[in-house]
């Protein structure tokens, strides 16, 4: 009997500390609940309070387009909350404009945003309609221009250019393409000796002017290290003829293997 009573006692006993560590348990678990309530109640408020509106809004890169175009076109404007920017969103309403190849979007905490500009950047012109498309390395159409400085572009013409041409549309990718190839391929300091890269479509062969006048039957790409040395060649023979006063060439055809075919002006 005494026994039982003491061992009645014990259990009563354990039973009436285990119910009070879970009371215990339960008040912490409410007052941690309640912090962590109040604490992430407090972020979200100080977030979304005027600390962060936007004061200030800066643009680089936007040479051309200019910053105040850029954001009047971002729809960006201050006193917006910084957090509720979309940056991808930004992007892909600015790069609607032909003339703007990237953007990013920059936040200087706590009010200032950036907007970070690449424009595309004029490679070539092709004559179209009375006036000169302007066209990037990609062949996007950027601007149509009436005047230009000859040296500061690759020229190219097409035998077949689309009846309708807008801004931002891009321009026979496969011949672009084909004559960016040939124009990388030919060192700077004797680009300015080639006054037109034309492109033949039937043929999807390539033909060079000089700036003295000799055709360069080029034709496809295969070669072309092989072909860009016979130009420089060419180019080289013509000014020594130049000064020497002798005849020059007519054309010269590239496009077999072994010696250039070459025809002097009679």
Same mark, same amino acid.
């Given at each position: 009997?005494?026994?039982?009573?003491?061992?009645?006692?014990i259990y009563h006993i354990n039973q009436g500390q285990g119910h009070?560590?879970?009371?215990?348990?339960?008040?912490?678990?409410?007052?941690?609940?309640?912090?962590?309530?109040?604490?992430?109640?407090?972020?979200?408020?100080?977030?979304?309070?005027?600390?962060?509106?936007?004061?200030?809004?800066?643009?680089?890169?936007?040479?051309?387009?200019?910053?105040?175009?850029?954001?009047?076109?971002?729809?960006?404007?201050?006193?917006? !909350?910084? /957090? $509720? %920017? #979309?940056?991808?969103? @930004?992007?892909?309403?600015?790069?609607?404009?032909?003339? *703007?190849?990237?953007?990013?979007?920059?936040?200087?905490?706590?009010r200032h945003l950036e907007i970070q500009v690449t424009e595309r950047?004029?490679?070539?012109?092709?004559?179209?309609?009375?006036?000169?498309?302007?066209?990037?390395?990609?062949?996007?159409?950027?601007?149509?221009? !009436?005047? /230009? $400085? %000859? #040296?500061?572009?690759? @020229?190219?013409?097409?035998?077949?250019?689309?009846?309708? *041409?807008?801004?931002?549309?891009?321009?026979?990718?496969?011949?672009?393409?084909?004559?960016?190839?040939?124009?990388?391929?030919?060192?700077?300091?004797?680009?300015?000796?080639?006054?037109?890269?034309?492109?033949v479509n039937a043929s999807k062969e390539i033909i060079l002017y000089?700036?003295?006048?000799?055709?360069?039957?080029?034709?496809?790409?295969?070669?072309?290290?092989?072909?860009?040395?016979?130009?420089?060649?060419?180019?080289?023979?013509?000014?020594?003829?130049?000064?020497?006063?002798?005849?020059?060439?007519?054309?010269?055809?590239?496009?077999?293997?072994?010696?250039?075919?070459?025809?002097?002006?009679?």
């Amino acid at each position: 009997m005494i026994l039982l009573e003491n061992f009645a006692i014990i259990y009563h006993i354990n039973q009436g500390q285990g119910h009070q560590m879970k009371s215990l348990w339960y008040s912490g678990l409410v007052k941690y609940t309640v912090f962590l309530l109040v604490a992430l109640l407090s972020i979200f408020l100080f977030i979304h309070s005027s600390f962060f509106y936007i004061d200030k809004i800066s643009v680089q890169g936007a040479d051309k387009l200019g910053p105040e175009e850029i954001i009047r076109l971002s729809g960006l404007q201050t006193g917006h !909350n910084i /957090f $509720s %920017v #979309d940056g991808n969103q @930004i992007s892909q309403a600015l790069k609607v404009h032909p003339m *703007v190849e990237d953007i990013k979007v920059v936040r200087h905490w706590p009010r200032h945003l950036e907007i970070q500009v690449t424009e595309r950047q004029a490679w070539a012109l092709t004559p179209y309609q009375g006036a000169f498309l302007c066209l990037d390395k990609d062949g996007i159409v950027i601007d149509k221009l !009436n005047t /230009f $400085s %000859v #040296d500061q572009y690759c @020229i190219i013409t097409l035998d077949q250019l689309p009846e309708q *041409v807008v801004l931002g549309q891009v321009l026979d990718p496969e011949a672009v393409g084909a004559i960016r190839q040939v124009w990388d391929a030919i060192p700077a300091e004797s680009k300015a000796d080639i006054s037109d890269y034309h492109y033949v479509n039937a043929s999807k062969e390539i033909i060079l002017y000089t700036s003295k006048g000799t055709e360069i039957k080029f034709g496809a790409l295969e070669r072309l290290d092989e072909k860009v040395q016979s130009l420089l060649q060419i180019i080289s023979i013509e000014k020594d003829y130049e000064e020497q006063g002798q005849t020059g060439l007519s054309y010269v055809d590239l496009r077999f293997k072994g010696q250039p075919v070459v025809k002097t002006m009679d």
